[in-house]
């Protein structure tokens, strides 16, 4: 079992910076792939960004050369470093882990979940 739990989300206006965490227990992320997903208010929960279990990452187009998805095996936590947000970054995020994973951009790749963070931009 793997626990995971969400920090860093907030309010922020265009063009600013968040960092959003992802820390773990009950396993050590480094033998997991770990994702970011978002889902707005009537949306479907979209691929963000990913990290394999052997540290290669993948991203949305959408995000590309915004966001940087980072592991700090220490710390046992993944980080989602936002920049230059948009008001359609706007969602809930949601972190997930998949144990020996390769980062594939699927839901249903991923067994275990963080509850979610709000992310808001505002114009």
Known sequence: ????VESGGGLVQAGGSL????????????EC????????????REFVSSISWLDVTYYA??????FT???DNAKNTVY????????EDTAVFYCAADIF??????????????????VTVSP
């Not at 079992?1 to 995971?4: A, D, I, K, S």
């Not at 960092?19 to 480094?30: D, I, K, Y």
């Not at 994973?101 to 709000?118: D, H, K, N």
Request: hydrophobic fraction near 35%.
């Open 1 to 4: 079992q793997v626990q995971l």
């Open 19 to 30: 960092r959003l965490s992802c820390a773990a227990s009950g396993r050590t992320l480094s």
């Open 33 to 44: 792939a770990v994702a970011w997903f978002r889902q707005a208010p009537g949306k479907e």
């Open 61 to 66: 187009n959408s995000v590309q050369g915004r």
């Open 69 to 71: 998805i980072s592991r």
């Open 80 to 87: 989602l470093q936002m920049n230059n947000l948009k008001p």
């Open 101 to 118: 994973g390769s980062g594939r951009a699927l839901v249903s790749s991923y067994e275990f979940w963080g509850q979610g963070t709000q």
